[in-house]
């Protein structure tokens, strides 16, 4: 067990055998969660709730994650304290809802905070603590590994490559497989070639042969991909990130700070449709960006290729 995550243990072992803490919403939505792990094998009950069933998976754990967050804002401990403090300054910063309100959507947002921002020396998230912390809270093993899934996940730059059926065609700007998605907000793409920065997040049953685009598309209007494959490695290679490793994965992962993917879609954001939203610009220039520090944050025109 982790360090933060030793110290929320005793805090929250002392605080409900005092009935400091009620767990009531928490069992409710492990109890759901449970029902629906058994029920989704046969794929017939999230149909029926109108859920794809490997995205209700992801949607059921996401909400006990949730709930168990609020747990833990009960605790006093100094160390979650820093969480949430620098998720109320984003929140309060950005205000993630959806456009027109702000760019950032919720279900970016909740990633991040869930599994993206982290503290220590051994890079703690809130779902690293939640998941430290699964047999104490009688977590079945099957919803720790989904957890443990989403833990792992991250933002990416995929190029869109067309449809398979219901599934659009994914592959990541510096891959070479291509991965067939589920997209629940119902963005198909517009033509091959069209770059993605999105959350997919993987098969966790044999049944599921595709993953799940757990956030709202935003479309890279501009610049091409050659430029942004220029970029990445300019800024992997110039040692910036704030991990120990330099990858792909640490940068799209953890920025270069806290905020540094949502400033850039905040000053990206040219505009949106209900299943899809646009930006434009590279975050390492500025002049590229529509509404860098400089400028407007918002505009109201969209590119006529894409009216």
Not at 44 to 49: G, L, P, Q, R
Not at 74 to 93: G, K, M, Q
Not at 131 to 153: C, E, T
Request: charged share 20%; net charge neutral; proline share 7%.
């Amino acid at each position: 067990m982790k360090k933060i995550a030793a110290k929320v243990l005793k805090r929250l072992n002392k605080s409900t055998v005092n009935n400091v803490i009620d767990l009531k919403a928490y069992r409710q939505q492990k109890t759901a969660t449970e029902d629906l792990f058994k029920q989704v094998i046969t794929a017939e009950a999230a149909f029926n709730a109108g859920y794809d069933p490997l995205h209700a998976i992801y949607i059921h754990t996401q909400n006990l994650l949730s709930i168990l967050v609020e747990v833990l804002q009960a605790i006093p401990e100094p160390a979650l304290s820093r969480f949430f403090n620098t998720v109320e300054a984003a929140d309060d910063a950005y205000i993630p809802s959806s456009p027109p309100m702000s760019p950032l959507t919720k279900s970016y947002f909740s990633c991040w905070l869930l599994f993206d921002m982290s503290i220590g020396l051994d890079k703690e998230t809130l779902a690293t603590i939640i998941i430290d912390l699964a047999k104490p809270l009688g977590l079945h093993p099957s919803m720790v590994g989904v957890m443990q899934v989403m833990q792992d996940s991250r933002m990416g730059i995929y190029e869109f490559m067309g449809r398979q059926g219901n599934h659009v065609l994914l592959k990541e700007l510096t891959g070479h497989t291509v991965i067939p998605c589920f997209c629940p907000a119902g963005y198909k793409g517009a033509q091959p070639g069209e770059l993605w920065l999105a959350r997919v997040l993987p098969p966790v049953l044999e049944s599921f042969d595709y993953s799940v685009i757990f956030t709202t598309p935003y479309v890279l209007l501009s610049p091409d991909k050659n430029s942004w494959e220029a970029y990445l490695k300019r800024t992997i290679s110039a040692k910036k990130t704030r991990t120990t490793a330099n990858s792909l994965e640490n940068l799209l992962k953890y920025g270069l700070s806290d905020n540094y993917w949502h400033e850039y879609i905040f000053q990206s954001y040219v505009n949106y449709k209900t299943d899809v939203i646009y930006l434009q610009g590279l975050p390492d220039v500025s002049s590229s960006r529509p509404h860098n520090t400089d400028m407007p944050r918002f505009s109201s025109l969209l590119p006529d290729s894409h009216s």
